[in-house]
């Protein structure tokens, strides 16, 4: 099978989705098919157009994937020819949507994106695939009228894309989550595939343990790996449930990664309640130190709810490397959750030649 993936952004480490698409795509490489992939929206590419050969990190050079860059500064015209010789280079049976709705656009409202995708699509006779890792601000996330407003449109941009497709192409569904196919399946959308997420790290079998701080047999590590939310209270509570967790250890806690904007704020409180315990703030490093980090721990807390922790990569990564999450509502996703790389790849190959199901009725 030819695959093309196409999302916003193939920054190593940068991109959680982008990550996920290398990844996967090293994987089918492994299996036979021959992969392609385009980012479209480069925020921090520093040249117009960028081709490139790229690897997995845990891969060999066999499983490399030819990819495309293109960056936001240029006008989506040009985008679009590009994108459209370079479909024509690769002769794809499948083209693989990656949405995330803020990878096409800084306010999460990608009219530009989802016009010139239709306009894209009535050229090439291939099955197309919309996975949704991502849908639209509602509920929680849109606690205020400028938030519900966005999410509306999102949600029309999405309707107008999916119905569209549908129309001129063999259409295949995806997401990662429960939740967001119930949401899509309100919207009119007949089939909606669940296609789990699998873990943005890949264990390392033999990690150097001498990059990782000594853990004495007194202490229990918590991890906490990823962005923080807003709510510092959540946080709070999951040290409390770590406590009882630890019994008579004393805590120690990791905290791996950029954290986002609320980071100072929530680390300041975790601080100031591990009174007799350690936190060790590694910041942004390198995938097989995560994944050293993530086996010397004994559970990690994270902000994904029981409704969000299928759509996580961080929470994914910690279930493949044996490590319970403790949710901020609580919830608990025991390590027999994990879903590997390989798994996802089969199920893909699977639903990509199956018979199309229908959105016809989507509204």
């Known amino acids: 099978m030819r695959l093309v993936f196409l999302c916003g952004c193939l920054d190593p480490g940068k991109d959680g989705v982008g990550d996920y698409v290398r990844r996967l795509a090293g994987e089918l490489v492994r299996q ?7 980012a479209v929206n480069e925020r921090e590419l520093g040249c117009p157009i960028k081709r490139e050969i790229q690897v997995d990190e845990f891969s060999d050079l066999s499983s490399s994937v ?60 291939a099955r197309w695939n919309v996975m949704f890792h991502e849908l639209w601000l509602a509920g929680d996330s849109a606690p ?35 939740l967001h196919k119930e949401q899509l399946l309100k919207i009119g959308v007949e089939t909606v595939n669940r296609l789990p997420l699998f873990s943005n ?21 918590v991890l906490h790996f990823g962005s923080f939310g807003s709510n510092v209270e ?14 008579e250890k004393r805590l120690k806690l990791f905290v791996v990664g950029g954290g986002g904007p609320h980071r100072e704020k929530c680390l300041n409180a975790m601080k100031a309640a591990l009174i007799d315990g350690q936190v060790v703030d590694f910041g942004r490093v390198d995938a097989s130190l995560v994944s050293s980090l993530m086996a010397s721990s004994d559970v990690m807390i994270s902000r994904a709810k029981k ?24 919830t608990v996703i025991g390590r ?28």
Request: net charge neutral; proline share 2%; with cysteine.
């Open 307 to 330: 409704s969000t922790w299928q759509k996580s990569g961080s929470v994914m990564a910690a279930l493949e490397h044996g490590v319970d999450v403790i949710c901020s509502d609580g």
């Open 66 to 125: 030819s990819v495309l860059r293109l960056s936001s500064q240029v006008n989506w015209r040009e985008r679009s020819e590009e994108i459209v010789e370079f479909l024509k280079t690769e002769r794809p049976d499948v083209i693989s949507v990656q949405f995330v709705p803020y990878s096409f656009h800084r306010k999460g409202i990608p009219f530009s994106f989802v016009g010139n995708l239709i306009g894209i699509a009535r050229q090439f006779d």
């Open 234 to 247: 959540a946080y709070l509570l999951g040290l409390e449930r770590t406590t009882k967790l630890a019994a």
């Open 32 to 38: 036979g098919h021959q992969v392609a992939a385009i």
């Open 336 to 363: 027999d959750n994990a879903v590997s790389c390989q798994r996802v790849a089969d199920e893909f190959v699977e639903l990509m030649g199956a018979e199309c199901g229908t959105v016809s009725n989507v509204r």
């Open 144 to 178: 205020t009228k400028k938030k519900k407003i966005v999410g509306w449109l999102q949600r029309r941009l999405v309707s107008r894309l999916l119905s569209r497709l549908d129309s001129m192409c063999k259409l295949v569904v995806t997401t990662n989550s429960e």
């Open 201 to 221: 790290i890949a264990f390392v079998e033999h990690s150097d343990d001498s990059r990782v701080p000594g853990v004495a047999t007194d202490e229990f590590v």
